[in-house]
């Protein structure tokens, strides 16, 4: 399909540049919050509210987005990011800070949870042929992580900026959000060249979802397990965990998850070759579980070279079931349907975890042992057995058929 390759490099470049934002602001986030004097329960509340908002924004968009063209969308979005970041970097009390977090897109997390998600997927099923699609969401995924990681080296330059500019550290971390907001004006530029028309195709009706309900609600289900789990573990509170155990430097955490980015960058590639060998779901759970394992031992480990280390490992084999996710859900259910699967699969990523780093900061201020990691793991491991339990025998049918030669 010739026609859908500038719109799909449309979406890897706003991708991009959103999870740039995103790897230094989720990395900045509970330093800024600790240098205004909020506590690590407050920290943990504020990363609460912004998924909270993210789900009920995502759940809107499934519901009501049909009729609508993706462009008009995506653009309100980016206009939503520019006030997220020009808001943090206004203000400084906790109230109206936690008011942007439930409206904004700020994303606490290595992964993508805002209200641009089910629109790009949604847009990029559309556009990918069937056999590419898997490989369409692995280079979605891809420029994702490869530029949040870049990001994330990126949290470093407020301590850099900082004396060189003869300002101060808070300051110099208000100039980011600032950043945050003009990349949002890019963004907007990009995706006006979208083509304006484009939808999904299906009218708006009560009920979005008919034959494929059954099986979406299920996989919301376990998805929000997962989620709940990975909220523990959002990028921000693994990062106060650092601070606070180990008196990790910015620019050390900066380059750390700089590399566990790279790392589960390379993952989404090999996740492409092993889902064409043993099928999505088998993907999704015999990588996702050993990935899970690492992070229930990370508090056992006395040393930060051991916590690096098992970190490292979990990065090159957790983040394969996220193309692969995407791709499933999105093969499973008719084309009509998928703005609204997209987006309830979606929005357990950011409601059921929404709760848990309020549960991360509650529990990091009682104890720096690092007990949220091991309930995420222990939950996420749950949602590994359970998802191979109820779906090995669901597969798209060209997974089926070529499983079949």
């Known amino acids: 399909m010739a026609d859908s390759r500038s719109p799909i490099r449309r979406l890897l470049v706003t991708r991009g540049l959103r999870a740039f934002g995103d790897g230094y602001v989720s990395l900045l986030l509970p330093l800024f919050l600790l240098d205004l004097g909020f506590s690590p329960l407050e920290v943990g509340i504020v990363a609460t509210a912004t998924l909270l908002g993210s789900g009920v924004l ?20 980016t206009a939503l990011m520019a006030g997220t970041g020009i808001g943090f970097a206004a203000l400084t ?69 900082a004396p060189a500019l003869g300002v101060s550290l808070r300051a110099a971390m208000q100039g980011m959000f600032v950043l945050y907001a003009l990349l949002a004006f890019a963004a907007a530029l990009v995706y006006r060249g979208l083509p304006p028309t484009l939808s999904s195709g299906a009218r708006s009706t009560a009920a979005p979802l008919a034959e494929s309900k059954r099986r979406v609600y299920a996989l919301a289900a376990l998805f929000s397990i997962d989620a709940f789990g990975g909220g523990f573990v959002v990028q921000s509170m693994v990062a106060l965990w650092l601070f606070q155990r180990f008196e990790m430097p910015l620019a050390a955490a900066g380059t750390l998850f700089f590399w566990t980015g790279v790392l589960s960058s390379i993952s989404y590639l090999a996740a492409v070759r092993i889902a064409g060998r043993i099928g999505l779901v088998n ?45 499933y859900v999105m093969a499973i259910v008719p084309p009509a349907e998928r703005p609204a699967a997209a987006s309830l699969t979606t929005v357990p990523r950011s409601l059921a975890s929404a709760m848990s780093p309020f549960l991360s900061g509650w529990l990091l201020g009682l104890s720096s042992f690092g007990w949220p990691l091991v309930a995420a793991g222990a939950l996420k491991i749950v949602y590994d057995l359970l998802l191979l339990a109820s779906f090995r025998r669901v597969r798209p049918p060209e997974e089926a058929s070529r499983l079949r030669r």
Request: net charge neutral; aromatic share 8%.
């Open 58 to 77: 995502t759940l809107a968009v499934g519901r009501y987005a049909a009729p609508f063209a993706f462009r008009s969308l995506l653009i309100a979005a």
């Open 93 to 161: 009390a906790f109230w109206p800070l936690l008011a942007i977090a439930v409206v904004g897109t700020l994303n606490p997390s290595n992964g993508d949870v805002s209200v641009f998600l089910p629109l790009e997927h949604a847009l990029l099923a559309r556009l990918a042929e069937d056999e590419r699609r898997t490989a369409v969401f692995a280079s979605y995924s891809l420029t994702g992580t490869l530029s949040a990681a870049v990001g994330a080296l990126a949290a470093g330059l407020p301590a850099i900026a």
């Open 283 to 327: 993907t999704m759970v015999f990588t996702h579980l050993p990935a899970n394992l690492c992070l229930v031992a990370i508090p056992f480990v006395p040393s930060l070279g051991g916590v690096i280390a098992l970190l490292l490992v979990r990065s090159a084999l957790s983040q394969m079931d996220v193309p692969t996710r995407s791709s």
